[in-house]
């Protein structure tokens, strides 16, 4: 079967630096897709990986190992806006993405 | 620019009533979704479009269906809806099918069946 593990909640203090790790285990792969969703709103994306290595985009950055089905979503300075839900998914053979849980990122002053 | 618009933002149904989600999107991307959200689960794909005209089924398609008319419209029906079916139901686009594509999501219909 299909499945993308990523934990439930996390915690993490203003100014610091967290890592939302994400596993998954799909049929295919075609990349790998962070999205943000603050409570009672849409997603809106964040990143994408497709290669191994690590994506930076200012105070986000998203790392691929696909030889080991590993991704993580850092984060740094973190503010207090970013807390959020944090979903992690992969496109599949068919290129229909599958979606874990979400990370609830609680940021605490 | 509006993006993605969903309408109801929030409906409460009786169970055994039909219910329509409308979905529109001014964007001209070609591919459109949509999806549930229940607590505790990743989102869950019900039914896709490709292109205007074609459609196809997503992971929990029972008790849904949606036609693709045109580029813009979506539409999600329940035919005869169901206490299991209250959920989140976002809609969402991307310019082309493929998970290659950036997903551009609608603000949500929170759907109650009582």
């Known amino acids: 079967g299909q499945n993308i593990d990523q934990p439930t909640e996390m915690t993490a203090t203003e100014g610091a630096i967290v890592q939302i790790n994400c596993t998954y285990q799909?049929?295919?792969?075609?990349?790998l897709f962070w999205y943000q969703q603050h409570a009672g709103e849409a997603p809106t994306f964040l990143s994408y990986?497709?290669l191994d290595g690590l994506e930076e985009k200012g105070r986000f950055s998203s790392f691929l190992s696909r030889s080991k089905g590993y991704s993580y979503l850092l984060l740094k300075e973190l503010q207090m806006k970013d807390s959020a839900s944090y979903l992690c998914?992969?496109?599949?053979?068919?290129?229909?993405?599958?979606w874990g849980a979400g990370t609830k990122l609680i940021i605490k002053p | 620019i509006a993006g993605i618009t969903q309408a109801p933002t929030s409906q409460i149904l009786a169970a055994g009533r039909r219910m329509t989600l409308r979905c529109t999107q001014d964007?001209?991307?070609?591919?459109m979704y949509w999806y549930r959200q229940d607590l505790g689960l990743g989102l869950r794909l019900i039914h896709y479009?490709?292109?205007?005209?074609?459609?196809g089924k997503g992971e929990v398609p029972d008790g849904y269906s949606v036609s693709r008319a045109n580029t813009d419209d979506f539409p999600l029906t329940l035919a005869s809806a169901v206490p299991s079916q209250t959920s989140v139901y976002f809609c969402?686009?991307?310019?082309?099918?493929?998970?290659?594509?950036?997903?551009?999501f609608g603000e949500g219909s929170r759907l109650t069946v009582l």
């Open positions: 969402a686009s991307s310019i082309s099918s493929g998970s290659a594509g950036e997903l551009f």
């Open positions: 479009s490709n292109t205007a005209g074609t459609t």
């Open positions: 964007m001209r991307h070609n591919a």
């Open positions: 998914a992969v496109g599949d053979s068919n290129y229909q993405l599958i």
């Open positions: 990986n497709v």
């Open positions: 799909t049929s295919g792969f075609n990349g």
